[in-house]
């Protein structure tokens, strides 16, 4: 059975820092320390956005919107993804998701982690 599991999520002040985790189990994700993995986002009203990358040897890439405060990181051994965000601002306030970047990782989502930011 596969399961994408998202976690760390809450409600912080504008500048606050929350740290997410992903663990994925299951089916493709066996495969999990292979793949390039991200985190995705989706605000109410709005599609879901990529926000994070990283390969299955650690380079990371980021959105604009993000860069220089998110930090994606990976512990294979663990099947597990994590997104550090520091200097939350309002604009980030959304639904969290993890996910691998292949076609058929998008028929397996997550109930995805809520993060609001507001003072």
């Known amino acids: 059975q596969v399961q994408l599991v998202e976690s760390g999520g809450g409600m912080v002040q504008p500048g606050g820092s929350l740290r997410l985790s992903c663990t994925a189990s299951?089916?493709?994700?066996?495969?999990?320390?292979?793949?390039?993995m991200g985190w995705y986002r989706q605000a109410p009203g709005k599609q879901r956005e990529l926000v994070a990358t990283?390969?299955?040897?650690?380079?990371?890439n980021y959105a604009d919107s993000v860069k220089g405060r998110f930090a994606i990181s990976r512990d294979n051994g663990k099947n597990t993804l994590f997104l550090q965000m520091n200097n939350l601002k309002p604009e980030d306030t959304a639904v969290y998701y993890c996910n691998a970047l292949r076609p058929e990782a998008a028929n397996y989502w997550g109930q995805g982690t809520q993060v609001t930011v507001s003072s």
């Open positions: 990283i390969t299955s040897g650690g380079t990371a």
């Open positions: 299951g089916g493709i994700f066996r495969l999990f320390s292979n793949y390039v």
